[in-house]
């Protein structure tokens, strides 16, 4: 048999984690049995649906690399791929549905609904359609067409069926029908229900299997109810539990962000979204914590997918992008970085040398062990660029009133005068000379340098820091710190 999967979103907003996790279970679950994998709109909600939100999804899962065989701009011979292009396909199965007896036409008020299931929550009932219009004459059906009423059509659900879901992930499920009631396949605009038109997309489509959120579960049956009337053999369905926050909550903004392209805006890494997402819920047999998605194509299994929920940790999220950060050309992260710092008008693309060029490659190749995702460049920069430090604070201007310090930043100053080429190198033997020469503890020579230079007493190596400023922008940084702290400091003292 073919494996055959799909994805469908509903294009109302951005694609979020959870959705882009339902894409990849799909995509792996393909890929492992060289199946086709295939994307459409669920786009019936004409409100909310937009074709920005469908470009964003299809953006977002091009940016993950998750590529679909059939569906929306790659075509197929099963489309069209949205479901408004689709209205007549369900019309069809909707006369279907009619002509067996297993839908009617209610011509029921919303006021009227409304109120049945008030009277059912008042009575601690579950509120369902109890079926006033399941048995209308043709008769009744005229003159409640004259009065100018527009039917919905409903679906006839069997009394008293034990209906069963064989769920790859949880298991024999089973949904009573009596907790039901008649459910609506058509809105009274002829637009299908999702309920309605994902049976017609999955049959029509000869989708083998169905991988999607835990919160369809409900709607499975209401979905089998419909297979099982139009005498067609039902997908297997895989409902991958919910995702939720290292609390227990629902995910919300707090926890990380939720939109996938907000994470390549702060320039996380696809792979390594690909690779965290993909542990949502789904846990590799070794201990292994890097995939590539090639190596999940392989290993990805449903009966390794987890029934409890899944746990959203942005700092599990970090560690996994730092990892891919490390491995990463530097030549790729030179590129991810520079927009950030073209943000804060440095380096702006139309000025760049090939010099600037190099001197970025090396920043990046400095800072690419301490930063999680490539928006991070952004506090770092100002250890390596410019002429003018940080303000030191607290502890980090205690450091400035050292009685070594003046002694130690002339000696740095004339050194760094002299050297010949700021390399990592040169700067080291230079620091060493000098703890010597001034017969003083590292700690004492290097932590005044690191304050001067930087205003911090944390961060990047010296060894880095000191040749990617270069000497003019030592010696200013050196200039910057005497006149703001050391003349104003020690003249008290005389
Ligand atoms: N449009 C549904 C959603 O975005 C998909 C439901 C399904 O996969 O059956 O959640």
Same mark, same amino acid.
């Given at each position: 048999?073919?494996?055959? #999967?799909?994805?469908?979103?509903?294009?109302?907003?951005?694609?979020?984690?959870?959705?882009?996790?339902?894409?990849?279970?799909?995509?792996?679950? !393909?890929?492992?049995?060289?199946?086709?994998?295939?994307?459409?709109?669920?786009?019936?909600?004409?409100?909310?649906?937009?074709?920005?939100?469908?470009?964003?999804?299809?953006? !977002?899962?091009?940016?993950?690399?998750?590529?679909?065989?059939?569906?929306?701009?790659?075509?197929?011979?099963?489309?069209?791929?949205?479901?408004?292009?689709?209205?007549?396909?369900?019309?069809?199965?909707?006369? /279907?549905?009619?002509?067996?007896?297993?839908?009617?036409?209610?011509?029921?008020?919303?006021?009227?609904?409304?109120?049945?299931? $008030?009277?059912?929550?008042?009575?601690?009932?579950?509120?369902?359609?109890? +079926?006033?219009?399941?048995?209308?004459?043709?008769?009744?059906?005229?003159?409640?067409?004259?009065?100018?009423?527009?039917?919905? #059509?409903?679906?006839?659900?069997?009394?008293? $069926?034990?209906?069963?879901?064989?769920?790859?992930?949880?298991?024999?499920?089973?949904?009573?029908?009596?907790?039901?009631?008649?459910?609506?396949?058509?809105?009274?605009?002829?637009?299908?229900?999702?309920?309605?038109?994902? #049976?017609?997309?999955?049959?029509?489509?000869?989708?083998?299997?169905?991988?999607? +959120?835990?919160?369809?579960?409900?709607?499975? *049956?209401?979905?089998?109810?419909?297979? $099982?009337?139009?005498?067609?053999? &039902?997908?297997?369905?895989?409902?991958?539990?919910?995702?939720?926050?290292?609390?227990?909550?629902?995910?919300?903004?707090?926890?990380?962000?939720?939109? #996938?392209?907000?994470?390549?805006?702060? @320039?996380?890494?696809?792979?390594?979204?690909?690779?965290?997402? !993909?542990?949502?819920?789904? !846990?590799?047999?070794?201990?292994?914590?890097?995939?590539?998605?090639?190596?999940?194509?392989?290993?990805?299994?449903?009966?390794?997918?987890?029934?409890?929920?899944?746990?959203?940790?942005?700092? /599990?999220?970090?560690?996994?992008?730092?990892?891919?950060?490390?491995?990463?050309?530097?030549?790729?992260?030179?590129?991810?970085?520079?927009?950030?710092? %073209?943000?804060? @008008?440095?380096?702006?693309?139309?000025?760049?040398?090939?010099?600037?060029?190099?001197?970025?490659?090396?920043?990046?190749?400095?800072?690419?062990?301490?930063?999680?995702?490539?928006?991070? &460049?952004?506090?770092?920069?100002?250890?390596?660029?410019?002429?003018?430090?940080?303000?030191?604070? @607290?502890?980090?201007?205690?450091?400035?009133?050292?009685?070594?310090?003046?002694?130690?930043?002339?000696?740095?100053?004339?050194? &760094?005068?002299?050297?010949?080429?700021?390399?990592?190198?040169?700067?080291?033997?230079?620091?060493?000379?000098?703890?010597?020469?001034?017969?003083? %503890? @590292?700690?004492?020579?290097?932590?005044?340098?690191?304050?001067?230079?930087?205003?911090?007493?944390?961060? *990047?190596?010296?060894?880095?820091?000191?040749?990617?400023?270069? %000497?003019?922008?030592?010696?200013?940084?050196?200039?910057?710190?005497?006149?703001?702290?050391?003349?104003?400091?020690?003249?008290?003292?005389?």
């Amino acid at each position: 048999m073919d494996i055959r #999967v799909r994805f469908a979103p509903s294009p109302t907003g951005p694609l979020h984690i959870g959705g882009a996790r339902s894409a990849l279970f799909n995509y792996l679950w !393909a890929r492992k049995n060289k199946g086709t994998f295939i994307v459409r709109s669920e786009d019936t909600d004409l409100e909310r649906s937009s074709r920005e939100s469908e470009q964003n999804i299809l953006e !977002a899962l091009r940016w993950l690399n998750i590529q679909w065989d059939e569906g929306i701009e790659v075509g197929g011979e099963r489309g069209p791929y949205r479901q408004t292009e689709r209205l007549a396909l369900y019309r069809d199965y909707t006369e /279907k549905l009619l002509d067996n007896g297993d839908a009617y036409y209610c011509y029921c008020s919303e006021e009227e609904i409304e109120q049945e299931r $008030q009277t059912l929550i008042a009575k601690g009932q579950t509120p369902r359609y109890l +079926g006033k219009c399941r048995h209308l004459s043709t008769e009744q059906r005229t003159v409640l067409e004259t009065e100018g009423r527009k039917p919905v #059509v409903r679906f006839r659900v069997p009394v008293t $069926q034990a209906i069963h879901i064989n769920d790859q992930v949880r298991g024999d499920v089973v949904f009573d029908s009596d907790g039901i009631g008649d459910f609506v396949l058509v809105k009274s605009d002829g637009i299908p229900t999702y309920n309605f038109a994902v #049976v017609v997309d999955d049959v029509t489509m000869n989708i083998t299997h169905v991988i999607r +959120g835990e919160e369809h579960l409900s709607n499975t *049956p209401r979905q089998v109810l419909i297979y $099982q009337a139009l005498r067609l053999p &039902v997908p297997k369905f895989a409902h991958v539990s919910l995702i939720l926050n290292t609390e227990g909550g629902k995910m919300s903004k707090r926890d990380g962000d939720t939109a #996938v392209l907000d994470y390549q805006k702060k @320039g996380y890494l696809p792979e390594a979204i690909v690779n965290f997402i !993909a542990m949502l819920g789904w !846990a590799p047999s070794g201990k292994e914590e890097f995939y590539t998605l090639d190596e999940l194509a392989e290993v990805f299994s449903l009966d390794r997918v987890s029934k409890s929920p899944a746990v959203f940790d942005l700092q /599990k999220l970090n560690y996994i992008n730092a990892h891919y950060i490390k491995v990463s050309a530097p030549e790729r992260l030179a590129e991810l970085a520079l927009p950030y710092v %073209g943000e804060m @008008g440095i380096l702006p693309q139309e000025e760049r040398s090939d010099k600037q060029q190099e001197w970025f490659a090396n920043f990046i190749k400095a800072i690419s062990g301490k930063i999680t995702h490539m928006a991070e &460049v952004k506090d770092f920069i100002h250890y390596f660029h410019g002429p003018v430090p940080l303000e030191p604070e @607290g502890e980090a201007l205690e450091v400035l009133r050292g009685e070594q310090v003046p002694a130690v930043l002339g000696l740095f100053r004339k050194k &760094v005068r002299e050297v010949e080429l700021l390399s990592g190198a040169t700067v080291k033997v230079l620091l060493k000379q000098m703890t010597k020469e001034l017969k003083l %503890g @590292g700690k004492l020579v290097y932590m005044p340098v690191r304050v001067a230079l930087t205003g911090q007493m944390h961060g *990047p190596e010296l060894y880095d820091v000191i040749p990617l400023l270069g %000497g003019e922008n030592v010696l200013k940084r050196l200039e910057v710190t005497e006149k703001r702290y050391l003349r104003g400091l020690r003249s008290p003292q005389g």
